[in-house]
């Protein structure tokens, strides 16, 4: 039996925008890490028991290593849950971007039908295909949609007053 043939190496160009792409969405991570933390610790109030405080702090703790689409959901049950205004374009946009990460992050490339585009192979859980060759200009159009709903939700979790420490970004410098 012969062994698989190796995937075509991505262009440098194509390789950067897939790299900046999947970094945009650990961005997003963080972002709805760090908003869920600032919307139920402000939902706490200022007084709140040690078992309250303990049980918060735990659920803290998984956030942690959530997938991308529990973070979503999580986010937006504790943003409805906060009567956080105007979340309706966010809260259909974060699905959107939650099935384009899976493609990108789990797809195998490989050459197009044209010239600088590269198909992602790759079949979501409802046995689903991506029908489209994609260049890094289309990889770009994801990381911006991906770095503008981030901008979104640093925006809700800064509207609870907690503005949030930011890995890389403390006084002292890297």
Known sequence: MALP????????????ALGHAVAAFGFLEEALKRAIF?????????????????????RMEEIADDSLG???????????RAHVKALDPLSRELPQLRLLRNLICHASWRPGAQPDLWHPTFINTRGERHPDDM???????IRDRTLQAARQVVRIMRATGIEGQWAGMDDDGP
């Open 135 to 141: 260049g890094p200009a289309d990889l770009a159009a």
């Open 5 to 16: 043939r190796a995937p075509d190496r991505l262009p440098d160009e194509m390789a950067a």
């Open 38 to 58: 600032s919307l139920t610790r402000h939902s706490l109030g200022e007084t709140t028991d040690d078992r309250a405080l303990a049980a918060w702090l735990r």
């Open 70 to 80: 529990t973070l979503i959901d999580s986010f937006l049950a504790t943003a409805r």
